[in-house]
Nanobody
Framework: QVQLVESGGGLVQAGGSLRLSCAPSGRTFSRYAASWFRQAPGKEREFVASISWGVGNTNYADSVKGRFTISRDKAKNTVYLQMNSLKPEDTAVYYC????????????????WGQGTQVTVSS
């Protein structure tokens, strides 16, 4: 398993934007897909977005379609989550994960995880 490291979280006003970054610690990605999950207080961890490492195919939760964009930079060995038009309900700890199929939306199907980065969207 690989330890992933997220960064870019913080406090932002509703309607604002943030960009999260995710990179493995000490090595390159060894899985075929990278994804973002989030967990808000009192809620279960939920799928946000995913991307295939090779081709760059993407998948998004309905709640973030049109607002969030997942991407990856192979040269930088980094996955990004560009979050626009943020809403207070987007407030959560965001986790990066790596697995074998970008179409997986269950956290149980992912192998490598980061420690999370806090995103707080104020009203």
């Amino acid at each position: 398993q690989v330890q992933l490291v997220e960064s870019g979280g913080g406090l932002v006003q509703a309607g604002g934007s943030l960009r999260l970054s995710c990179a493995p610690s000490g090595r390159t990605f060894s899985r075929y897909a990278a994804s973002w999950f989030r967990q808000a207080p009192g809620k279960e961890r939920e799928f946000v977005a995913s991307i295939s490492w090779g081709v760059g195919n993407t998948n998004y939760a309905d709640s973030v379609k049109g607002r969030f964009t997942i991407s990856r930079d192979k040269a930088k060995n980094t996955v990004y989550l560009q979050m626009n038009s943020l809403k207070p309900e987007d407030t959560a700890v965001y986790y990066c994960a790596a697995g074998n199929n970008y179409l997986y939306t269950s956290g149980a199907l992912y192998d490598d995880w980061g420690q999370g980065t806090q995103v707080t969207v104020s009203s």
